[in-house]
């Protein structure tokens, strides 16, 4: 992918109710949980995405965490970003893993005209619309817009210090290639339809670092609907203990 003009911004941020939390993560147990330390103590937290992050071993590194008002929650804490900055630096750039939160920072720019290239200052923001046989992220006035956020593959300069870990190639992206497909249908009906791939750290421009096992069928599936007229755009969030921003966004083109 190659990117073309990009939009610098200006509209509000999205401020969290109560800061987040910095701690440092012990190990990842599952899909759905890590071990973290905070508050001065070790503590269960729900990890907010069920994919790899990276090639990383997220062991020992700093994390921002949200705390559950609800004390009888399993887990307290979710990590809503990591950083391969070391836990005692105190300047830290952080990678926001939370792909369920990345829906709702979208909604807030999209109400407060944060995307204005992408879709103007739209009058309706609908959530979880069903297209055909898929449920897409939002309907803006007359738009279908989808929401991705990869986490398989970082595009940062790892550090030394930070372990890597041996990773077989992903494979899971039908459901993907399924989005793209009722994008291309929805044109028949709707003015135009956005493919929006998230980040939520300072990604340069989005890149197939590694194929995935059925990379050539995503391909065709891609270009078939971007030659309809499918629009492929990149957003790049930056998250701090404080609040989100939308530092920018660009159009990709094949």
């Known amino acids: 992918m190659l990117n073309n003009s990009r939009f610098m911004i200006s509209s509000q941020a999205y401020i969290f109710e109560t800061p987040l939390i910095e701690g440092v993560v012990i190990k990842r147990n599952s899909q759905f949980t890590m071990t973290i330390e905070a508050e001065g103590q070790n503590a269960k937290a729900h990890c907010p995405t069920t994919t790899r992050i990276g090639d990383i071993d997220i062991a020992g ?21 990591i950083s391969l900055n070391r836990p005692e630096d105190n300047e830290k750039a952080w990678i926001g893993i939370n792909e369920n939160a990345a829906n709702r920072y979208v909604e807030h720019f999209l109400r407060n005209g944060g ?39 970082l595009q940062l300069d790892i550090p030394e210090y930070v372990k890597r ?44 670092i590694i194929r995935s096992t059925n990379y050539e069928e995503v391909k065709e599936t891609v270009e078939a ?3 309809k007229g499918v629009q492929i755009w990149q957003a790049n969030f930056k998250i701090t203990p404080a609040e989100v921003t939308l530092e920018k966004y660009f159009q990709l083109a094949l």
């Open 225 to 227: 609907n971007v030659a």
């Open 61 to 81: 590194r700093p994390c921002l965490l949200s705390k559950s008002k609800d004390p009888n929650r399993k887990t307290l804490y979710t990590v809503e970003a």
């Open 165 to 208: 870990k041996k990773v077989a190639p992903f494979s899971s992206t039908g459901r993907m290639a399924r989005h793209m497909s009722e994008l291309g249908k929805s044109l028949n009906r709707s003015e135009k339809a956005i493919f929006l791939t998230c980040f939520i750290y300072d990604n340069p421009g989005f890149q197939v």
């Open 115 to 153: 995307f204005s290239d992408i879709v103007g200052y739209p009058t309706s923001v609908q959530r979880e619309v069903f297209l055909g046989d898929s449920k897409l992220d939002f309907k803006v006035d007359n738009t279908y817009l989808e929401v991705k956020t990869p986490l398989i593959n």
